[in-house]
């Protein structure tokens, strides 16, 4: 692990189709059911839509994103840097990644995300 | 039927004169008692009333008893009886009985009814006892001479009611049968002798007796004219008494005499009845049944005559048939000699056919048989190739789990070969970044690389066999397995066909067996037919010589006929009456 | 930025992508390695396949064929690690030739997209290759692939 790495205090595991995605707990403000107004994760990835059943919404303030399923991973854990090649992708709210489980995981920040997102849809809408 | 109406009222016509009888005893006996009796004042009257009343009521009994007997003849004379054989010897046999039971009845009832006269006289008027005495004795005395009357005038009545009885449809031998003969004319002739004797010695005995008495008698003697009357009376039934014995003598044996007579003749055919009794009677019957006897011997000789003649004339006639007949089978026979010969030859044909149909039999059963095991080998061959079939996908199958296991090591070294490339790899790279000094330790990682390459090249070229040869092993199981299907199919096949064989092997034995049978039987029968063949020629020859004696027999049986004519001639005569 | 044909005299690590080959300069290529399974990163562009983590670094994978709009049907077994200032890049490869010398020219293959960041043409003992201008395609990465 690289001296210049972050630890952070838990993620919120999300799957999201067959990709994964990581939160920071302190990002979400509730799960909640999924509203329409919520973009859905699977749009960063190939623009899937949404499992019905098992669907949760990560309310952050007015926004929030839908996921197919979600667990909370509580123990610290290093972030990775994002490699320079990436620091450009989702407006910049990608964080780094977190090894969980032998698998990578990338973290975005919710609210970057969440602006990131409205101002893509704003800009597509104008 | 004119036959039944002569037998009408002959019942009582029968019995009529034997009442005669008893009234002609009973005028004896009224006359000798008024003649030798000297009846007290006042009992004559009582006398006669009851003589009248007891033989009047006794000849009722005894008429009544004899028509109660004679019931066939009186229903047949009715009309109430059907004149069948049966009935009519019936009635012959109660008529012929009637004499003898007139006797009888006339005996009992004139002596029963002089005794009862004699009982009831004294019950009505004062009579001597003398006198009652003398009454029985009358009475015993013309019993007798009533009963023989009866009996002797009952006989010419019994013969014409035997006469109507045949008229009737009696058979005249049934007749003969029905009554028979008794031979008792002797004791009959001494009995009547005796009673035609003794009645009147004792009658007249009993008037010497009671005349001599009156005579000593004051004033005794009395009139003649009773002793006149009775010895009249008398000797009128002694001589009705020999008149009929003479008549049951005399008039059957006239008879016989002409039945003798008429058969000497040669009148014979019919026998008729000759009524009589006793010794005639059965000399009667034996003369019918001769003349029965004769008629039947001459209607044999006749007819066996007339069938010589009709044979030997019919014979005379065959014997030219029959000679032209020879003749004609002797032709026949040698046209049939030609068809036996022929019918020899074919034999001869068909035993030559039997035995190569035989020999051909016999080569069907060893094909069959041939055949038969090598369907047997062909079915162990099946299950041999069956065998080697299951032992090839067996192997087949061990091979592919081998293959397996090489494809899995070859994975293996390729992976090592892939990381020794990727080693290799980085150390030529390392190498390079070293400049001169890393120089040998990339030539040696580049050589590495080249053997890592060599090893994963020649472990794709042993994958790439590894698939072909599991490709090619699949096939190999699936046509194992579809080989393994095909020599079951194969050696059901087999062994139906090694089971049709069988059957085949069997039939072909039974049929060589018959055909042997039939060759066999041919051969006999061709045997037989040469025998056939030399049996019709001696029976042709035979059939000749039989020809020429029946020409030969031609002139002896015109000589026979011509006599056998004259001897039916002779008998024709004998019979025609 | 000048070409230099001296510079092609240094060894280059020659790899194909599909139909291509090209060429990074040994000193920058800092592995080759075999790819493990990839994270696929949200919002990112189709050229950048996945990431992995390789020495307690995330690396991101670029697939050149993509990249150059040839995308291939199947995968990458290999990758072609490269370093520079810029960070470290995983470049997919096809097959992988070694370490050779090379021939030709560095002039710029194109004006825009890849084709600003390679130069020839050059040649190797395997055929003509193109030979990546590391810092520059850093840069072209690093702007978005734009």
């Known amino acids: 692990m690289s001296a210049t790495d972050t630890v952070v205090e838990g993620v919120v595991l999300c799957r999201v189709g067959g990709d994964r995605l990581a939160v920071l707990p302190s990002d979400v403000v509730g799960v909640e059911l999924p509203d329409a107004k919520c973009p859905y994760a699977g749009s960063l990835f190939d623009?899937?839509?949404?499992?019905?059943?098992?669907?949760?919404?990560?309310?952050?303030?007015?926004?929030?994103?839908?996921?197919?399923?979600?667990?909370?991973?509580?123990?610290?854990?290093?972030?990775?840097?994002?490699?320079?090649?990436?620091?450009?992708?989702?407006?910049?709210?990608?964080?780094?990644f977190v090894q969980v489980g032998g698998s990578l995981w990338p973290v975005v920040s919710l609210p970057a995300l969440s602006r990131h997102l409205s101002a893509r849809s704003g800009a597509v809408r104008s | 039927m004119k036959g039944v109406a002569a037998l009408e009222k002959k019942s009582r016509w029968l019995?009529?004169?034997?009442?005669?009888?008893?009234?002609?005893?009973?005028?004896?006996?009224?006359?000798?008692?008024?003649?030798?009796l000297s009846f007290p004042p006042g009992t004559r009257l009582v006398f006669g009333i009851l003589v009248v009343v007891i033989s009047v009521g006794f000849n009722v009994a005894g008429d009544a008893l004899e028509q109660r007997r004679l019931k066939t003849l009186r229903g047949l004379g009715d009309g109430t009886i059907a004149p069948r054989p049966q009935a009519l010897a019936e009635a012959a046999r109660e008529a012929a009985r009637s004499p003898d039971v007139s006797f009888g009845l006339v005996l009992g009832l004139v002596g029963g009814g002089a005794v009862l006269v004699a009982v009831t006289w004294p019950l009505f008027c004062d009579v001597p006892r003398a006198t009652v005495l003398r009454v029985g004795f009358i009475g015993v005395a013309v019993a007798p001479l009533t009963a023989v009357m009866a009996n002797l005038i009952a006989w010419p009545r019994v013969r014409v009611v035997l006469r109507a009885l045949v008229e009737a449809g009696l058979p005249v031998d049934a007749a003969y049968a029905a009554v028979p003969a008794r031979f008792e004319l002797k004791p009959r002739l001494v009995l009547f002798a005796g009673v035609a004797t003794l009645t009147p010695l004792l009658l007249v005995a009993d008037m010497a007796v009671t005349r001599l008495s009156k005579l000593a008698e004051p004033g005794g003697g009395g009139a003649m004219w009773p002793v006149l009357v009775l010895g009249g009376l008398v000797l009128v039934m002694v001589a009705a008494c020999a008149s009929l014995v003479g008549s049951v003598l005399g008039a059957p044996l006239a008879e016989l005499a002409k039945e003798t007579e008429r058969l000497a003749r040669g009148e014979y055919g019919q026998p008729r009845?000759?009524?009589?009794?006793?010794?005639?009677?059965?000399?009667a019957g034996g003369i019918a049944l001769l003349e029965v006897e004769l008629a039947n011997t001459t209607r044999r000789v006749a007819e066996a005559t007339s069938?010589?003649?009709?044979?030997?004339?019919d014979l005379s006639s065959g014997r030219s048939e029959h000679l032209s007949a020879a003749e004609e089978q002797s032709a026949a026979l040698a046209a049939t000699t030609a068809t036996t010969e022929e019918l020899a030859r074919s034999a001869r044909q068909i035993a030559l056919n039997a035995q190569r149909v035989s020999e051909l039999a016999r080569g069907t059963l060893d094909a069959a048989r041939a055949g038969k095991s090598s369907a047997d080998a062909f079915t162990g061959a099946m299950q041999q190739v069956r065998e080697g079939n299951q032992a090839i996908a067996d192997s087949v199958v061990r091979l592919n789990k081998r293959v397996q296991q090489v494809g899995r090591i070859i994975e293996f070294i390729n992976g090592i070969a892939d990381k020794s490339d990727l080693l290799a790899l980085n150390a030529e790279l390392e190498g390079n970044k070293a400049g001169e000094v890393g120089r040998g330790f990339s030539l040696v990682a580049a050589e590495m690389r080249r053997l890592a390459e060599s090893v994963m090249h020649s472990t794709a070229e042993i994958a790439r066999l590894i698939e072909e040869i599991r490709d090619a092993t699949n096939a190999a199981v699936m046509a194992t397995e579809a080989g393994v299907k095909a020599t079951d199919a194969g050696a059901a096949l087999a062994q139906r066909v090694s089971e049709g064989l069988a059957r085949i092997v069997e039939f072909a034995n039974l049929s060589s067996d018959a055909m042997q049978s039939i060759s066999l039987a041919t051969g006999q029968q061709q045997a037989g037919t040469d025998q056939l063949v030399a049996s019709m020629a001696d029976i042709l020859n035979s059939t000749r010589a039989a020809a020429d004696a029946s020409r030969a027999m031609e002139s002896t049986h015109a000589e026979l006929l011509v006599v056998t004519k004259e001897l039916d001639g002779a008998v024709r005569q004998e019979v025609k009456p | 930025m000048t070409p230099r044909v001296a510079e092609l005299h240094r060894g280059h690590l020659v790899f194909s992508c599909g139909a291509s080959l090209y060429a990074v300069p040994a000193e920058t290529a800092a592995e080759v390695v075999t790819?493990?399974?990839?994270?696929?990163?949200?919002?990112?562009?189709?050229?950048?396949?996945?990431?992995?983590?390789?020495?307690?670094?995330?690396?991101?994978?670029?697939?050149?064929?993509?990249?150059?709009?040839?995308?291939?049907?199947?995968?990458?077994?290999?990758?072609?690690?490269?370093?520079?200032?810029?960070?470290?890049?995983?470049?997919?490869?096809?097959?992988?030739?070694?370490?050779?010398?090379?021939?030709?020219?560095?002039?710029?293959?194109?004006?825009?997209?890849?084709?600003?960041?390679?130069?020839?043409?050059?040649?190797a003992p395997a055929g003509e290759v193109a030979v990546i201008d590391t810092d520059g395609f850093f840069d072209f990465l690093a702007r978005g692939g734009a």
């Open chain 1, 47 to 96: 623009g899937t839509t949404p499992s019905p059943a098992d669907a949760r919404l990560l309310r952050h303030e007015l926004s929030g994103l839908v996921v197919d399923a979600l667990e909370v991973h509580a123990e610290p854990l290093s972030l990775m840097r994002v490699p320079p090649a990436l620091r450009w992708v989702v407006g910049g709210a990608l964080m780094g």
């Open chain 2, 15 to 36: 019995t009529g004169l034997s009442t005669v009888a008893v009234f002609a005893g009973l005028a004896i006996a009224v006359v000798y008692a008024v003649a030798a």
């Open chain 2, 273 to 283: 009845l000759v009524p009589g009794e006793f010794e005639t009677w059965a000399a």
């Open chain 2, 307 to 313: 069938s010589i003649v009709t044979s030997t004339t």
């Open chain 3, 35 to 123: 790819l493990p399974a990839l994270t696929r990163v949200p919002g990112a562009p189709v050229h950048l396949v996945g990431v992995f983590a390789h020495r307690g670094e995330v690396l991101p994978v670029v697939d050149l064929a993509r990249l150059s709009g040839r995308p291939l049907d199947d995968g990458f077994k290999r990758a072609v690690l490269v370093r520079s200032t810029g960070g470290a890049v995983a470049l997919t490869a096809t097959k992988v030739l070694g370490v050779s010398q090379l021939e030709g020219q560095q002039e710029r293959l194109g004006d825009s997209g890849l084709q600003a960041h390679l130069r020839g043409p050059a040649r």
